[in-house]
């Protein structure tokens, strides 16, 4: 499993630093951990005491609504696609972005497809956990792919309609 | 009509280079059938019984006759020389290979048309009315609003993964001839009580296994807001909508589930959110679009057509075609011209290169080069001087495209059935053909309006729902077997067809329409029309026909 990070200049293999762990495992002494939502809502005050980076993960059917209040304290936060169609993870990116003004990562787990990076990309998320990748050539050549337009969204690219407007 | 601009170009070009990669990798066996197939799917390339099928996207249902020449050149050098005109306004390819669809998507991409979106799970072809900047009342030509919704639904980054496939159909009319109230989203342009213009938006309609007519969610939605509230709609829709079982993943369900009025309320306060953004449309963007759907040059005439009536007066199979398939057009001296492509005993939606090369020949002298497909699988030329009509007829007599039978018993609207498709359950053309075969064109003038629909299984691409008479196909023990409905239709007055009883099978089905219709014969009043005549009466009259007893 490749960790990418999209970056001005492309995608880039980074390095995981923070661990996913399971909902009876026991928290490592130090460094980042992503939870899931249950747990998060269980041990909220031990988590956010806790050193090191937090981040929780959102299955598709648990909406980033549940913890737009507790955002602050997160650094990331990692959305599940169990297959890769189920796309509630698209809006779950643009809300977080969009309208809760979330700065932090936003990941993408689970079944990601290669052909949605630039799907995701354009959504908010800025991170993903690509199962089957075989080169970064090949994922920077799917991002660059079409090269034109049409939607407003929080990734600040360019629409057709703004280029034909001259702004 | 709509041209591509740099913009425009660029995407649909990009998007040909794309799946040609995806189609070179599949074919390399880099990617597995399974990892290809939702790939293959977004540029409407399905696996169907035999072969592979391409759709290929009309947009609104508008093409010039140079488009056409292209559909006809694709039908003859990658098909088998014709192509299948669908219910949505879409052309479908029953036998291209595999490894030449990115060639056809590059034909394609050079008169400015694709495939993209013609079936997935993401919003499809956006339809319209087919007379649309040529009907007379209409409020607004909706395809300026139809092509505003292209683009913005055009590889949508957050609804490329929705729980079902989207359909959304706008008309400008009151007169509903796109079938507003089922699909996904329905707009009707309307004016509000200050006379502003904008739309009443239509929610939860469909078809399929899970019929429902749609319901208004908003009265009236101003202009600017258009892409704001569709994005709201299709955001709560996105996640809301069920993910664990395909036969109920559709908005309807979703609605009916949810209840209007809390979805509504969903909707209401999501675009509250957003109709502030960068979604609110400016006004010289609408209006660059409109520019594209400014009326065609018309000539100013009185309304007389002294060459059209005197030919009318002399020749009784023009005066039926003009009576059956000319419509009243907004400008004086002008009329909507549709052409029956459902000859008797021919497989409905079914179109030759050669009949596709007439008709753009035909476009280009009658119509300022201008086309129309139609839901109901017609070829429509939408401006068409009176005192042409005449010669546009012998034409089309001459190219064999004359039937006088739109909006009659043989203009059917027909599923590809189990002929080619891999859902089906029955055969669906068969039938259609018999019937076709089974009247005279007098028999059914006699009849009058009459809108048959058959349906090869309940997934309903044959729209039977919404038929006067609604034919659909069954499997009873492994035997094709076909259930009949009656009273149906897709009209501004929408209705649901209810099934009259136990089903019959293909010899049967026939004789089972022929009773409906004499019974029809016999009980109606003056010029009361089946469905008028069925609302008045209901069903006991026809069931106790088919079937001797109430």
């Known amino acids: 499993m490749a960790l990418l990070e999209n970056r001005d200049d492309g995608a880039t293999e980074i390095e995981d630093r923070f661990t996913l762990v399971g909902d009876e495992d026991a928290l490592p002494e130090s460094g980042g951990v992503i939870v899931s939502l249950s747990r998060f809502e269980a041990e909220k005050g031990a988590l956010i005491a806790r050193e090191g980076d937090l981040g929780?993960?959102?299955?598709?059917?648990?909406?980033?609504?549940?913890?737009?209040?507790?955002?602050?304290?997160?650094?990331?936060?990692?959305?599940?696609?169990?297959?890769?169609?189920?796309?509630?993870?698209?809006?779950?990116?643009?809300?977080?972005?969009?309208?809760?003004?979330f700065k932090g990562e936003v990941r993408a787990i689970g079944e990601v497809m290669l052909e949605q990076v630039p799907f995701m990309i354009r959504s908010g998320f800025n991170t993903f956990a690509l199962r089957d990748m075989k080169s970064l050539e090949e994922v920077k050549a799917v991002c660059d792919e079409v090269r034109v337009v049409y939607q407003p969204t929080g990734d600040g690219q360019a629409t057709a309609l703004q280029r034909r407007l001259g702004r | 009509m709509y041209r591509y601009d740099e913009h425009d170009h660029a995407l649909v070009q990009d998007r040909v280079k794309q799946f040609r990669r995806q189609v070179e990798r599949r074919i390399a066996g880099e990617i597995s059938e399974e990892q290809f197939r939702p790939l293959r799917l977004m540029n409407g390339?399905?696996?169907?019984?035999?072969?592979?099928?391409?759709?290929?996207?009309?947009?609104?249902g508008t093409l010039d006759s140079r488009q056409m020449r292209k559909l006809a050149y694709i039908a003859r050098r990658y098909d088998k020389g014709y192509g299948h005109f669908t219910t949505r306004q879409n052309i479908q390819y029953n036998w291209p290979k595999l490894e030449e669809t990115p060639d056809i998507l590059a034909e394609l991409a050079e008169v400015e048309m694709h495939a993209i979106q013609t079936s997935g799970n993401c919003i499809r072809n956006v339809t319209s009315d087919q007379y649309a900047g040529a009907a007379?009342?209409?409020?607004?030509?909706?395809?300026?609003?139809?092509?505003?919704?292209?683009?913005?639904?055009?590889?949508?980054p957050e609804f490329s993964f929705l729980p079902r496939k989207f359909k959304i159909a706008i008309t400008g009319c009151e007169n509903d001839r796109a079938a507003v109230k089922v699909h996904d989203i329905g707009m009707i342009m309307k004016r509000d009580d200050a006379g502003e213009v904008g739309f009443e938006v239509i929610v939860g309609g469909g078809l399929g296994r899970t019929p429902f007519v749609g319901k208004t969610i908003r009265e009236f939605l101003p202009k600017e807001d258009f892409l704001s509230y569709l994005e709201a709609v299709l955001r709560v829709y996105n996640q809301l909508g069920r993910?664990?079982?395909?036969?109920?993943?559709?908005?309807?369900?979703?609605?009916?589930?949810?209840?209007?009025?809390?979805?509504?309320?969903?909707?209401?306060?999501?675009?509250?959110?957003?109709?502030?953004?960068?979604?609110?449309?400016?006004?010289?963007?609408?209006?660059?679009?409109?520019?594209?759907?400014e009326p065609p040059a018309f000539k100013a005439f009185e309304d007389a057509a002294?060459?059209?009536?005197?030919?009318?007066?002399?020749?009784?199979?023009?005066?039926?075609?003009?009576r059956h398939n000319v419509n009243e057009h907004k400008a004086s001296g002008y009329a909507i011209a549709n052409i029956s492509v459902k000859p008797v005993g021919e497989p409905p939606g079914d179109v030759t290169s050669e009949q596709m090369d007439a008709m753009a020949d035909m476009a280009d002298e009658f119509s300022f080069s201008?086309?129309?497909?139609?839901?109901?699988?017609?070829?429509?030329?939408?401006?068409?001087?009176?005192?042409?009509?005449?010669?546009?007829?012998?034409?089309?007599?001459?190219?064999?495209?004359?039937?006088?039978?739109?909006?009659?018993?043989?203009?059917?609207?027909?599923?590809?059935?189990?002929?080619?498709?891999?859902?089906?359950?029955?055969?669906?053309i068969p039938i259609a053909q018999e019937l076709t075969k089974k009247y005279t064109l007098e028999k059914q003038q006699e009849v009058g309006?009459?809108?048959?629909?058959?349906?090869?299984?309940?997934?309903?691409?044959?729209?039977?729902?919404?038929?006067?008479?609604?034919?659909?196909g069954v499997d009873r023990k492994g035997e094709e077997h076909y259930q009949v409905q009656l009273g149906g239709s897709a009209s501004e007055e929408a209705a649901l067809g209810k099934i009259i009883?136990?089903?019959?099978?293909?010899?049967?089905v026939v004789d089972v329409v022929d009773k409906i219709l004499d019974t029809y014969l016999e009980l109606r009043q003056e010029d009361e029309s089946f469905i008028e005549c069925f609302r008045r009466l209901g069903q006991d009259p026809f069931k106790e026909r088919v079937y001797g007893t109430a």
């Open chain 2, 501 to 508: 009883g136990r089903g019959f099978t293909g010899e049967e």
């Open chain 2, 45 to 60: 390339l399905y696996l169907q019984l035999h072969a592979y099928m391409l759709r290929v996207a009309i947009p609104y």
């Open chain 2, 243 to 293: 993910r664990d079982n395909k036969y109920k993943a559709r908005i309807k369900v979703t609605l009916h589930e949810t209840g209007k009025e809390e979805f509504t309320r969903l909707v209401e306060e999501e675009w509250n959110a957003i109709k502030d953004s960068t979604l609110k449309l400016p006004k010289e963007e609408v209006d660059r679009i409109a520019a594209h759907f």
């Open chain 2, 449 to 472: 309006d009459l809108q048959i629909k058959i349906s090869g299984c309940i997934n309903a691409c044959g729209h039977h729902h919404v038929g006067h008479i609604g034919i659909l």
């Open chain 1, 56 to 101: 929780v993960w959102l299955d598709s059917d648990e909406s980033p609504s549940t913890i737009e209040g507790d955002l602050g304290s997160l650094a990331v936060v990692a959305c599940n696609f169990p297959a890769f169609s189920d796309g509630r993870g698209f809006s779950y990116a643009r809300l977080l972005r969009e309208r809760y003004g």
């Open chain 2, 370 to 428: 201008e086309l129309r497909v139609t839901h109901v699988q017609n070829v429509v030329l939408p401006h068409v001087e009176k005192d042409q009509l005449p010669a546009l007829f012998d034409k089309l007599t001459e190219a064999g495209l004359a039937t006088a039978n739109v909006g009659l018993l043989s203009d059917i609207i027909c599923c590809p059935g189990l002929d080619y498709c891999a859902l089906a359950n029955a055969r669906s």
């Open chain 2, 306 to 322: 002294p060459a059209c009536d005197a030919r009318a007066a002399a020749d009784p199979e023009f005066a039926a075609w003009l």
């Open chain 2, 136 to 156: 007379k009342g209409e409020i607004e030509d909706p395809r300026i609003w139809c092509e505003i919704a292209r683009q913005w639904s055009t590889l949508h």
